[in-house]
């Protein structure tokens, strides 16, 4: 079964920076396109950025320019580099496969206030 561990999210003043780890196992992780969601409070969740096997990168409009993600497969981790953070920002941050598998983490709590 497929589990993913979220963590490095925490409370940031808006302009800051913040880098998410995914650890992921029960998988083969590097074949595997992987992406980051976010789930704000009363939203839906939306994917910000996803990363292929072959380490091509997309991003939502919303954080085009700012956030970066990576992985890397030795340790079978996937990251995401937020900079310039903004209040918008603050959500539930998950990863997932690009398609998600059945199972989701339990998140981490990124919070963008001053």
């Known amino acids: 079964q497929v589990q993913l561990v979220e963590s490095g999210g925490g409370l940031v003043q808006p302009g800051g920076s913040l880098r998410l780890s995914c650890a992921a196992s029960?998988?083969?992780?590097?074949?595997?396109?992987m992406g980051w969601y976010r789930q704000a409070p009363g939203k839906e969740r939306e994917l910000v950025a996803t990363?292929?096997?072959?380490?091509?990168?997309n991003y939502a409009a919303a954080v085009n320019g700012r956030f970066t993600i990576s992985r890397d497969n030795a340790k079978n981790t996937v990251y995401l580099q937020m900079n310039s953070l903004k209040p918008e920002d603050t959500a539930v941050y998950y990863c997932?496969?690009?398609?998600?598998?059945?199972?989701w983490g339990q998140g981490t709590q990124v919070t963008v206030s001053s």
């Open positions: 997932n496969g690009r398609t998600p598998f059945s199972s």
């Open positions: 029960g998988l083969i992780f590097s074949i595997y396109a």
């Open positions: 990363i292929t096997s072959g380490g091509t990168t």
